[in-house]
C-alpha cells in the first residue's frame, strides 16, 4: 500500500510504501525541483512519516531512497539562511536538523539509505543517520561535506557522526576541504557497507533492511592511527598538528576550519550531546559571519550563471566538432576539456607532428593518473582519447563548427589564421581567439566574415582553471556569442561575456595590482614580504611568485598594450627591464625572482636580484600597507570596467576576479568587497594614495558619483 503525505499547504516530498515483506520504502522527491535538497518546512513532513512508520508493527525495515533519478539528496536549501536575523534564528534551525536525525536513529526499525549520485551536506547527514549505507557504483555517485566552501560546517550531526563512523583523520580532512569521496572511496573509508550496480541497488538496500541495525566496532587503523585517534596524548597532537595547518592555510581569513576542528574534538572527549550542542553553537555563528555571506553569495551567483544563455532570447548552434590551433600547453589544455568535458571530438593542427603528439600527452597524462587511481575506467579514458585526432595542415576542418586559436600572442599570425580557417572551413565556423590581450576587433580586422570572429581566453593551466572569458568585438553575432558561451559551459569553465578592449577584464585588473607589487620591490621591501602580504590579504600566492609562474616575459608583455589603449597608469617602471635583459623568465627557464636551484625549486628567493636592481631588501612597510596598495588600484580599475561597460554587471565582475586571478573568495570578488568596505572609504583610501604615489591612484569618476548619489554596487 502507498500512504501519501499530501498537506493543504504544499505536496509532501516524502512518501511512504509498505511491501508484504516488511519492508517500507521512503521516498522523497521535492515536488517541482530537480535535485531534493532539504528544507526546514520538511521537518513537520518526516515527522508525520516517521509516526506513521511507528504506528505500523508490520514495518521491521526502511529503505530510503530518491524519487529523482540523478541524485541522492544534494544537501540543504541554504537560501533558507538569508532569513536568519542573528546567530540564535540559525542556531534553531541546526537543533531541528539534528533533532530530526536524532529521530531516525533512533527509530525501531532498520533504516538504509540506498544512495545513487551525490549525497552531499544534509543529505549525507541524512544518510549518516540511517542504521546501514548502500550507494551504486556510477561515476555519478559521491559522498561529502562540503558547507567549509561556503564558509559554513556540517550543522545537522555530521561533525560528530562521520568521526565516529570512519577514521577521525580521514573524516577531518573531508570536512576542512570540503572534498567529497567516490563510491569505491566511500566504501574503503568505511561510510558505506556495500556498492552494487545501480540495476540491483534497491534489492540490496531491501535485504539490508531485514537485518537487525549493526552494532559498529569503529574503523580498522594502523597501529599509529590507534594512538592518534584512540589515546588522549594522540588526540592532543591530532589536533593540535591540525589546527597549525589549517591556520597555516587559511591565514585566519576562513572561521569556519578552525570550528570544525573544535565540534570533532568536543564530541570526542566530552561526548556526543555535547558536540551536537557546539556544532549548533558554531553553525549559527558562522551564519552570520561575512565571509559566510560573501561565499554564498559567490554560490548563487554561480548558479545563477548556469541558467544564462550568452545572449538572452538566442538559441546556440550544436557544436559536434572542435578544432584547435596550436599543441602548446593552452592547446593541449583546451582539447582535453573539449573532449573529456564536452565530450566532443577534436581536430589539433600544429605545424610540428610533435605539437600534435604533446597535445595529446596532455590529455593522456590527465586521463592515465586518473585511471591508476581507479576514477575511471580503461575503456572510457580510451573512449575519450579516440576523440582526439591531429595534423599538420586543414585536413579534417571542414566540417568543424568552432575553431580555437592557441598560438603565440602576434597579430599578424592570428590574422592569417583566421584567413586560413575561412578558407579550409565552413562559412559558418565560429574562429575563437585564445589570445589574452589583443583586442579581438584587431584580429577580426581583415576577417571576410568578422561575424563569426571571437575571443575566448582560458586560464592556465586550463584543466583546472574554472573562467573562460567570451569576448565580443562590435561585429560578433549574437548567435556566435550563445555558441560560444553554451561551448565553454559543457567544457567545464563557468564564462563571462566582456566587451572587447586592451586585457578584457581580468588582465585589465590584474595589470595595475602587478605593477604596484613591482614598484613597491623597487622602493626596497623584499620579495617573500610583499608575497606574504598578499597571500595574508586572501591570495593564493603572492604577486612576484605569480610572475615568475606565469612567465615574467609573458607578464610583462601586456603592459604595452594597456598603455597603448589607456595611457599613464598602466606605465610600469623601466627599471623592471632589467630582469627581462638578464634571461631571467621565471619558473619555465629556472631563472625568475625566487632561486630554482637545488632541492627547494622556488622556496627560496634568488639573491642575487638585487644587486642587479640596485636595492638593498629592508622592511619599511607594514602587510596591510603593501596589500592596500596593490589591491586598491584593481578595485579602482574594477569600478572603471563596469562603468565602461566591459562586464556586464558586478557580479560578473566578482566571479572573473576570483575565478580568474584568485581574488579572495571570502571577500567575495572587488564589487562585494568594495560593497563591505563602503565606497566612501574606498574613495577616502585612494585620495590618500593619489597625495603620497601620484595620479595613477586617482578614483574613478563612476565611484565619487555614486558617493555623491549614495549608491553601492549591491
Known amino acids: 500500500m502507498t500512504i501519501s503525505n499530501d498537506t493543504k499547504e504544499m505536496k509532501s516530498a516524502f512518501s511512504l510504501d509498505v511491501r508484504d515483506d516488511g519492508v517500507a520504502i521512503l521516498t522523497m522527491d521535492v515536488p517541482g525541483e530537480s535535485m531534493n535538497t532539504l528544507k526546514v518546512e520538511f521537518s513537520q513532513q518526516i515527522e508525520d512519516v516517521l509516526s506513521q512508520i511507528n504506528a505500523d508493527s508490520s514495518i521491521k525495515g526502511v529503505v530510503l531512497v530518491s524519487g529523482k533519478d540523478n541524485s541522492f539528496v544534494a544537501g540543504a536549501d541554504i537560501s533558507m539562511l538569508a532569513a536568519c536575523e542573528n546567530a540564535e534564528d540559525a542556531t534553531s534551525i541546526a537543533k531541528g536538523g539534528q533533532q530530526m536525525f536524532d529521530r531516525i536513529e533512533a527509530m525501531p526499525a532498520t533504516f538504509v539509505a540506498a544512495i545513487h549520485g551525490p549525497a552531499l551536506g544534509g543529505g549525507l547527514e541524512l544518510a549518516l543517520a540511517c542504521h546501514y549505507r548502500v550507494c551504486s557504483d556510477d561515476a555519478k555517485t559521491q559522498l561529502g561535506l562540503p558547507e567549509v566552501q561556503l564558509g559554513l560546517l556540517p550543522g545537522s550531526g555530521g561533525t560528530q557522526r562521520l568521526p565516529r563512523l570512519i577514521s577521525v583523520q580521514q573524516a577531518m580532512k573531508m570536512m576542512l576541504t570540503g572534498s567529497s569521496a567516490r563510491a569505491k572511496q566511500a566504501l574503503k573509508y568505511g561510510i558505506v557497507d556495500d556498492m552494487v550496480p545501480k540495476s540491483i541497488l534497491l534489492d540490496v538496500a531491501i535485504e539490508m533492511a531485514k537485518k537487525p541495525k549493526p552494532k559498529r566496532k569503529g574503523p580498522k587503523l594502523d597501529v599509529m592511527g590507534k594512538f592518534l585517534e584512540k589515546t588522549n596524548v594522540g588526540r592532543n597532537i591530532m589536533f593540535k598538528q591540525a589546527r597549525k595547518q589549517t591556520a597555516s592555510k587559511t591565514q585566519g581569513n576562513y572561521p569556519s576550519p578552525a570550528l570544525i576542528i573544535d565540534c570533532i574534538e568536543t564530541g570526542l572527549s566530552k561526548g556526543m550531546k555535547k558536540g551536537l550542542e557546539v556544532e549548533a553553537s558554531h553553525f549559527g555563528q558562522l551564519v552570520m559571519s561575512p565571509e559566510s555571506a560573501s561565499l554564498r553569495s559567490l554560490f548563487f551567483a554561480t548558479t545563477d550563471m548556469k541558467k544564462e544563455s550568452g545572449i538572452e532570447g538566442v538559441k546556440p548552434e550544436v ?6 590551433l596550436g599543441g602548446g600547453l593552452m592547446g593541449g589544455g583546451i582539447a582535453f576539456v573539449t573532449a573529456s568535458k564536452a565530450g566532443i571530438a577534436v581536430r589539433i593542427k600544429d605545424i610540428r607532428t610533435e605539437g600534435i603528439a604533446n597535445a595529446i600527452k596532455y590529455s593522456y597524462d590527465i586521463l592515465n593518473k586518473k585511471f591508476k587511481r581507479r576514477f575511471i575506467k580503461k575503456s572510457e579514458m580510451q573512449k575519450q582519447l579516440a576523440l582526439l585526432t591531429g595534423s599538420v595542415d586543414y585536413t579534417g576542418f571542414n566540417e568543424t563548427d568552432v575553431v580555437i586559436e592557441a598560438v603565440f600572442e602576434d597579430l599578424e599570425i592570428k590574422q592569417q589564421m583566421v584567413a586560413d580557417v575561412e578558407e579550409n572551413c565552413s562559412e559558418s565556423t ?16 581583415k576577417a571576410k566574415r568578422p561575424e563569426n570572429v571571437i575571443g575566448l581566453h582560458y586560464f592556465s593551466p586550463v584543466d583546472k582553471m574554472p573562467l573562460a572569458e567570451v569576448i565580443a568585438h562590435d561585429k560578433t553575432s549574437d548567435k556566435t556569442i550563445s555558441t560560444t558561451v553554451e561551448l565553454a559551459k559543457k ?28 614598484e613597491v620591490l623597487l622602493s626596497g ?43 599613464d597608469r598602466f606605465a610600469s617602471n623601466p627599471d623592471f627591464n632589467k630582469i627581462l635583459t638578464d634571461g631571467r623568465k621565471g619558473k619555465k627557464n629556472g631563472r625568475g625572482f625566487y632561486d630554482y636551484s637545488g632541492k627547494s625549486t622556488g622556496k627560496k628567493v634568488d639573491k642575487s636580484l638585487y644587486d642587479l636592481l640596485g636595492i638593498t631588501p629592508a622592511i619599511k612597510q607594514s602587510q596591510e600597507q603593501i596589500s592596500e596598495r596593490c589591491v586598491l588600484l584593481m578595485l579602482n580599475e574594477a569600478a572603471m570596467c563596469l562603468d565602461e561597460g566591459v562586464i556586464r554587471n558586478a557580479r560578473d565582475g566578482d566571479i572573473g576576479a576570483i575565478f580568474g586571478i584568485g581574488f579572495p573568495p571570502f571577500l567575495g570578488g572587488p564589487f562585494r568587497y568594495m560593497h563591505s568596505l563602503g565606497i566612501e572609504y574606498v574613495v577616502n583610501r585612494l585620495e590618500h594614495y593619489q597625495s603620497v604615489y601620484g595620479d595613477k591612484y586617482t578614483p574613478a569618476a563612476c565611484l565619487k558619483l555614486m558617493v555623491g548619489e549614495k549608491r553601492s554596487f549591491y
Not at 491 to 513: C, E, H, S, W
Open 319 to 324: 557544436v559536434n566538432r572542435v578544432g584547435v
Open 430 to 445: 565560429i574562429f575563437a581567439s585564445n589570445t589574452s590581450s589583443i583586442p579581438i576587433g584587431q584580429i577580426a580586422a
Open 491 to 518: 567544457q567545464g569553465k563557468t564564462p563571462i561575456v566582456v566587451k572587447d578592449g586592451a586585457g578584457f577584464y581580468v588582465n585589465r585588473i590584474l595589470a595595475p595590482y602587478m605593477n604596484e607589487a613591482a
Open 525 to 567: 621591501e623584499p620579495i617573500e614580504h610583499i608575497d606574504k602580504s598578499l597571500v595574508k590579504f586572501g591570495f593564493p600566492v603572492g604577486p612576484i611568485k605569480l610572475l615568475d609562474e606565469v612567465g615574467i616575459d609573458v607578464g610583462t608583455k601586456i603592459g604595452p598594450i594597456l598603455e597603448a589603449q589607456f595611457g
